[in-house]
């Protein structure tokens, strides 16, 4: 509580919010893409287009369906929050787009082809390999997942007690990241709006600063967003598979955390990229690298379009991840089941120790 308590009713709703009518009116046009997509299987299933049609206009759709709110955003004078939710939505949409065209091509081609249902297409419910309804294309661009099949499994009623508890810690946590960005984040960036001004340790002291704080918040984002807000959909939804996240708490590799921590992205990644990349003969690290640079994409887009400032910060945070991967791999090679906290440990002590001799 270094400077009081800041929490004030501007960063809920302010003047500068009357302004964002245009995003909003771009967001509650993003589900034309959808019906596109759904027309265009339409004719595909009835050999009204050929395939190469039909692919080229899901590329048409879906490459209209993210260059539309980049457009309206740069456009007008909308507030950074207003623009970072509008593409989170953007992405999010662009991505059951893409799975929406990939499994009704694979499905075409299966029936094409001839061949008999097998097992794992079985339990995705694709036994009678129909076209796509309106209904099963509704209920998947609300549902909580990005990876398109025509039937999930369902839960048989609504928990409506388990429901509304998880409703009030949605709205008690979201307010607690309101709590930490204006109590404890924004002091600190206002104070540092030049961190190398003082040189690399004063950079060094901004970044531990904004370290706690932001730790506390991803915290509470993936909390109220992976836990509370994808459960809550799901249960009104009654969608029954609820694995939004694994236990990356755990990871001793960074390749082992970004296959737990974020379930829906990943099994879009593997799905629509890694093994298509692996089916046309490409290698495991070619794929693993395209899987990445995809994913780098798409946050830089959620972050320098609302900013309006394109310095591929996201981009390159993305794609670093790869050579850590590698290391953290070696390490826990070379390393095996040591234990981390030694070095921490260690560090305090040696810490201790010059404090004293000065």
């Known amino acids: 509580m270094k400077y009081g308590l800041l929490i004030r009713s501007g960063f809920w709703f302010n003047a500068t919010s009357l302004r964002d009518w245009p995003l909003l009116m771009c967001c509650l046009s993003l589900p034309a893409f959808p019906l596109g997509a759904f027309a265009v ?131 008690i946590f979201t307010g607690l990241q309101g709590f930490i960005i204006e109590q404890y984040i924004n002091p600190i960036v206002v104070n540092s709006q030049h961190p190398l001004k003082g040189g690399l340790l004063n950079a060094v002291e901004t970044v531990l600063k904004l370290s706690l704080p932001n730790v506390y918040l991803w915290l509470c984002m993936f909390y109220c967003f992976f836990h509370l807000w994808l459960n809550i959909l799901a249960e009104i939804l009654r969608f029954g598979d609820r694995e939004f996240y694994k236990d990356w708490w755990n990871a001793k590799t960074i390749d082992e955390y970004w296959r737990k921590w974020n379930m829906p992205v990943h099994k879009w990644i593997v799905r629509h990229v890694y093994f298509p990349c692996m089916r046309n003969g490409i290698s495991k690290e070619v794929a693993v690298f395209i899987s990445f640079f995809v994913s780098a994409v798409l946050h830089e887009l959620c972050v320098a379009v609302p900013c309006r400032i394109l310095k591929f910060w996201a981009f390159l945070g993305i794609m670093l991840q790869i050579p850590l991967i590698i290391l953290t791999s070696y390490l826990k090679n070379k390393f095996r089941d040591t234990m981390p906290m030694c070095v921490l440990l260690y560090y305090h002590d040696v810490m201790n120790r010059i404090e004293k001799t000065k």
């Open 41 to 171: 299987e339409k004719l595909a299933f009835r050999n009204l287009i050929t395939d190469a049609a039909a692919t080229s206009l899901h590329i048409f759709l879906t490459t209209a369906e993210i260059v539309y709110p980049v457009l309206v955003i740069l456009m007008c004078d909308s507030a950074v929050v207003s623009g970072f939710v509008l593409m989170f939505i953007a992405c999010i949409v662009w991505l059951k787009l893409v799975s929406f065209a990939h499994a009704n091509h694979d499905m075409r081609k299966l029936i094409t082809s001839g061949k008999k249902v097998d097992d794992e297409l079985s339990a995705a419910g694709v036994d009678n390999l129909q076209p796509p309804t309106l209904g099963s294309l509704i209920y998947f661009m609300m549902a909580p997942t990005l990876c398109y099949q025509p039937s999930y499994p369902r839960t048989t009623h609504i928990r409506k007690g388990w429901l509304i508890r998880q409703i009030i810690l949605y709205l």
